[in-house]
């Protein structure tokens, strides 16, 4: 047996192992595709075990991320800090090999995988991560220079999400994406004949990709190293390489069946592969002394990349030391000092205005000074106003540019969002409705998942967009995304408030900030009258305080109906009810305040309370208690000016005042 064959068996054994003791997993596909990844591996993609981090390394996504445990056998034995028992813990309580792959927690990890297609997705993020940034930094010295693999599966290009990635990929000619279609033929059900015809190779030609077809070569390194070769030397097109593979290869009763894709292949089962093998048959977790020697030639290899690459930044440094000072720059996302001094601050006299205006203010008063700062809408920048002025568009030939046109394909906007933000250098923002959120949930949920500040620009945020109707109203959206953990949402109420809002996002780097913002033209509230916009960092403040020294009742709102809560104190004033008005922008950052604050803005003495937000009551009783009321929409918008729905739900402040009465009287 060759040391070839021997590590590509060694990988193959691992899954097996590992998915028999957890009882849990998919063996089938890491048997399947280990030579591929062997050859991959060792013969071609760029990486250092020993810093995992390093920053011209290639990046690899294991699209099917179910087939976890083949990337956890080549990290383990290339050299990466994976040991032997974190094989053996998989898919147990905090192991570093989790069943499906996750960010920042195995080293070698570059994203979270599992919900089929976000991973070829996000690899597109980062592919035009590595164009940007070799667009703006390279000169004679390339000093950014690096590929993206992808593995990907027939669940993968079945979702449509797959369908979004290919035509951007394709359209922007990202010739550094290289992918490996694994046509295994086998899903849960059964064979793909029952529901999936497509010919790929036609299909990803059609997205202007170019396409190899090895056909059922998944067992001829040759083959697929001269592919990988073919690949990189297509520079204006991503490659897609069609390998037909075989499910639980080796398995004399499973091969080629649903039941070596996501079960274990049982005891006697494994014995009787690993005899095909010519493996020890009861030799379990077993590593051949000389696959480890062979395979942790890696971790020279890399050093010798990595100080390569070091060498040649050093030359950089000397040759180009105002772009080598941008590039730590963009390294390493540093705020400048005095970053936000240009920023505007509003008086009512330059009102009323939608607090979506005010993105394109923060956006291109900054954008020089954060010039690692990208993104863009899907197709809706003339209504999201996320334009940076001072560039043009990311695109063919003009990689170095900023703004990124999406097209209408929000999933991958926020999945490739993501690749941008984990490449490193760069920091993603992407707009769009807020009811288009719904398209672009799953993705939103993994950059959760992994804690990335990438930051979500969405308006067009109530029934206050009017005449668009039921089907472009959001309802439900908040009180959902707010129950999305790591995910910062702020729904600011005026202009002043919405700088702010951007302000925390670029601040915020522990998970994704979603800014929720108007159409409709709001007014700006008078800061000699109101408290300062400056509360919002802290989720919920005391915008207008009572007048004596206990408030009969608290007004808690957010965004356009903060101002009708404003409005309705003032009425109750003329009929001597002193009331406080509470802006509350963020539930997530109001919670993050320490309990003393939290009391200030909402004394437990206060019982008569009400919400008042134009959105799903779900989640509000957490502030006004049992006994407060909440005024709020529980059924869908309608087609109407924005005006007549606000007073057919009820957000007028003769309601308001009306609601306040009630929850006194109780």
């Known amino acids: 047996m060759s040391i070839e064959e021997k590590s590509i068996n060694t990988i193959r054994c691992l899954a097996m192992d590992a998915v028999q003791k957890a009882n849990s997993g998919h063996p089938g596909t890491p048997m399947a595709l280990a030579p591929a990844a062997y050859v991959l591996w060792m013969e071609h993609l760029r990486y250092n075990p020993q810093n995992p981090k390093w920053f011209n390394r290639d990046r690899f996504v294991l699209s099917n991320g179910h087939a976890s445990m083949l990337q956890y056998a080549m990290l383990h034995l290339t050299g990466y800090n994976v040991s032997l028992e974190d094989i053996k813990q998989f898919r147990q309580w905090e192991s570093i090999t989790p069943g499906h792959p996750e960010a920042g927690m195995t ?33 004679e010295e390339k000093i950014i220079d690096h590929y993206t693999y992808v593995f990907c599966s027939d669940g993968d290009l079945m979702e449509g999400a797959s369908h979004e990635a290919a035509s951007v990929a394709g359209h922007l000619g990202l010739g550094k994406l290289i992918c ?14 029952l529901t999936y015809s497509d010919d790929v190779g036609k299909r990803f030609e059609a997205y202007h990709w170019h396409v190899i077809d090895l056909g059922d070569r998944g067992n001829d390194l040759a083959a697929i190293s001269g592919a990988f070769a073919q690949a990189r030397e297509v520079t204006d097109k991503p490659t897609m390489i069609l390998l037909r593979t075989h499910i639980g290869y080796g398995s004399p009763n499973k091969q080629d069946t649903p039941e070596a894709h996501g079960s274990p292949l049982g005891a006697e089962e494994i014995r009787l592969t690993k005899a095909f093998y010519g493996w020890p048959e009861d030799a379990q977790f077993l590593v051949p002394e000389d696959v480890q020697t062979h395979m942790h030639q890696a971790v020279q290899k890399g050093r010798h990349l990595e100080d390569d690459w070091n060498a040649l930044l050093k030359k950089y440094q000397s040759v180009h030391p105002e772009l080598f000072s941008l590039l730590e720059q963009y390294r390493t996302k540093s705020l400048p000092a005095g970053w936000d001094k240009a920023l505007p601050a509003y008086t009512p006299d330059k009102g009323p205005k939608a607090t979506r205006e005010i993105s394109s203010a ?20 003339p209504s999201t106003l996320t334009l940076i002025k001072s560039s043009g568009y990311f695109a063919k030939g003009m990689y170095d540019q900023r703004n990124i046109a999406w097209g209408i394909r929000e999933h991958v906007m926020c999945a490739a969002s993501s690749g941008i933000t984990l490449h490193g250098g760069l920091r993603a923002y992407a707009a769009t ?37 039921t089907t472009h109203q959001p309802i439900e959206q908040l009180a959902s995304l707010r129950a999305m953990p790591h995910l910062c949402l702020i729904r600011p109420a005026d202009a002043n408030e919405a700088i702010w809002a951007w302000k925390i996002a670029i601040m915020r780097n522990e998970g994704p900030t979603m800014l929720v913002l108007t159409r409709q033209k709001l007014p700006i509230f008078d800061a000699g009258q109101v408290a300062s916009a400056e509360g919002v960092t802290k989720g919920a403040y005391i915008i207008s305080k009572e007048q004596g020294a206990q408030p009969a009742a608290i007004l808690i709102a957010t965004g356009s109906e903060v101002y009708l809560a404003m409005e309705a104190q003032q009425q109750l004033r003329k009929e001597s009810i002193d009331v406080r008005v509470v802006s509350m922008p963020s539930w997530d950052l109001f919670r993050g305040q320490p309990p003393a ?3 200030e803005v909402l004394p437990a003495s206060v019982k008569a309370r009400v919400a008042i937000e134009a959105a799903a009551p779900e989640g509000w009783h957490e502030w006004v208690g049992d006994k407060g009321v909440i005024i709020g929409i529980n059924k869908f918008g309608a087609s109407a000016p924005a005006k007549d729905l606000f007073m057919h739900y009820g957000f007028t402040v003769e309601n308001i005042v009306a609601k306040v009465k009630g929850a006194i009287a109780e």
Do not use: C
Not at 440 to 454: S, T
């Open 107 to 139: 080293p070698g990890i570059e994203t979270t995988t599992g919900p089929l297609g976000q991973g070829i997705m996000t690899a597109v993020g980062m592919a035009m991560a590595e164009a940007h940034l070799a667009g703006v930094f390279n000169r």
């Open 597 to 599: 604050y939290r009391e």
């Open 362 to 381: 923060f956006l291109n008063a900054v954008a020089d000074k954060l010039p690692w700062l990208v993104g863009g809408s899907g197709d809706l920048e």
């Open 180 to 193: 490996l279609y694994d046509n295994n033929h086998i899903t849960i059900e059964g064979n793909t004949s």
């Open 433 to 469: 409705f807020f009811i288009f959120t719904d398209y672009a949930r799953p993705a939103i949920r993994l950059a959760a998942i992994m804690e990335l500040p990438v930051i979500y620009v969405m308006t067009h945020d109530s029934i206050g967009l009017g005449e668009d109707g």
